[in-house]
């Protein structure tokens, strides 16, 4: 990788950690019914892992119910089973051809936990970017070490690398606020 790259390949394995950490936020579960929070609910589906949302058609017909509905008939018990074995802490309801979560009002104490995780989630997030900028400055390091950057030139480099890592872990801890007054709204 050449001196050119290493900052613009920094900003976007930043940027992707971000990504993914709001994925992941979309997963967590407030009042209302999301059928982002079945992302992580997998069924075996012909002896694959498969993603609930992949072998059914995924609907909201009221603001706090998802309804499941099966490609395949005979998964639904197999839905229901991976739906109960889960964290979403909703018991589903299987009327023969489609499964209905209702989503019951958040109490305070899962509300609470909800905002551990998404802390916990942020906190990962900043570590993956503080691994991006101690790459990026180990390359920096190393062109030095080959001399095609100079000292000064390398103490520039930081510097950039240090505003581009503080940039993006506020706007991490600035995403982790804004999802924690959203689980934590009553």
């Known amino acids: 990788m050449t001196v050119e790259q290493i900052l613009p390949d920094a900003e976007n394995r930043m940027r992707h950690a971000i990504d993914a950490m709001l994925h992941d936020f979309g997963t967590y579960r407030t009042g209302r019914a999301n059928p982002a929070v079945l992302e992580r609910v997998h069924v075996e589906y012909y002896g694959v892992e498969t993603p609930v949302n992949q072998v059914a058609n995924i609907s909201v017909p009221e603001p706090r119910q998802l309804m499941i509905t099966p490609f395949d008939k005979k998964m639904l018990p197999v839905i229901e089973k991976a739906i109960q074995k889960s ?6 309801s299987n009327d023969g051809q489609n499964i209905r979560l209702v989503f019951p009002p958040m109490t305070e104490e899962r509300r609470r936990e909800m905002a551990k995780q998404v802390a916990h ?25 080959r001399k095609e950057i ?3 030139d390398l103490k520039q480099y930081e510097s950039k690398v240090q505003k581009l890592t503080d940039k993006y872990i506020a706007e ?6 804004k999802k ?3 689980l934590l709204e009553v």
């Open 87 to 92: 964290d979403l802490g909703i018991n589903p």
């Open 121 to 145: 989630r942020a906190e990962q997030a900043c570590v993956a970017i503080r691994n991006v900028r101690r790459d990026a400055i180990d390359h920096y390091k190393a062109a030095e070490k």
């Open 150 to 152: 100079s000292e000064d």
């Open 172 to 177: 991490v801890h600035e995403l982790q606020k």
């Open 180 to 182: 924690e007054a959203e």
